[in-house]
């Protein structure tokens, strides 16, 4: 029988980590495209308290942070093992291209929000994103 090996646990938090916060960045640069942006919470003409869609934004990015996060650390606990089919593999890598190419072609485009706004919001949400993917990942392994 042979022996299972394991990755080393700051592999699997550094890799999941990449992942999360990849992941947010492309939700925020989808989330801008559609009008949920984290860049309203710097706008002075609008005057709510905190606009609808940056609340939105921010609890989309940090939800998809964490996930992201938790997901890929538990797929590469499991992956070791072999315990994902080959269909599984291909079906989630095929999910995590075209996500990015998506966030890729929207990041292309003109911005609709002001140059200051949008570099802060892009740091906000890369922030965000890092702190939620190191707690799914530190979650999932601390469970497994």
Same mark, same amino acid.
């Given at each position: 029988?042979?022996? *299972?090996?394991?990755?080393?646990?700051?592999?699997? %938090?550094?890799?999941?980590?990449?992942?999360?916060? +990849? %992941? =947010?960045?492309?939700? !925020?640069?989808?989330?801008?495209?559609?009008?949920?942006?984290?860049?309203?919470?710097?706008?002075?003409?609008? !005057?709510?308290?905190?606009?609808?869609?940056?609340?939105?934004?921010?609890?989309?990015? =940090? *939800?998809?942070?964490?996930?992201?996060?938790?997901? *890929?650390?538990? +797929?590469?606990?499991?992956? #070791?093992?072999?315990?994902?089919?080959?269909?599984?593999?291909? &079906? %989630?890598?095929? #999910?995590?291209?075209? %996500? +990015? /190419?998506? /966030?890729?072609?929207?990041?292309?485009?003109?911005?609709?929000?002001?140059? #200051?706004?949008? #570099?802060?919001?892009?740091?906000? /949400?890369?922030?965000?994103?890092?702190?939620?993917?190191?707690?799914?990942? !530190? &979650?999932?392994?601390?469970?497994?």
């Amino acid at each position: 029988m042979a022996e *299972t090996t394991f990755f080393p646990r700051r592999l699997i %938090l550094g890799a999941a980590m990449i992942s999360g916060v +990849l %992941l =947010a960045l492309a939700v !925020h640069m989808l989330g801008a495209r559609y009008g949920l942006d984290l860049g309203g919470l710097w706008r002075s003409e609008t !005057h709510e308290f905190m606009p609808t869609g940056a609340a939105i934004a921010w609890w989309l990015i =940090a *939800t998809v942070g964490f996930s992201g996060g938790y997901f *890929t650390a538990n +797929l590469m606990q499991s992956a #070791v093992s072999g315990q994902i089919p080959q269909r599984m593999r291909q &079906f %989630l890598i095929a #999910v995590g291209v075209l %996500l +990015l /190419a998506g /966030a890729g072609q929207a990041a292309s485009a003109p911005s609709p929000i002001p140059t #200051v706004s949008g #570099v802060l919001a892009g740091l906000a /949400a890369l922030c965000l994103g890092a702190v939620m993917a190191f707690c799914g990942a !530190h &979650f999932a392994l601390r469970r497994g």
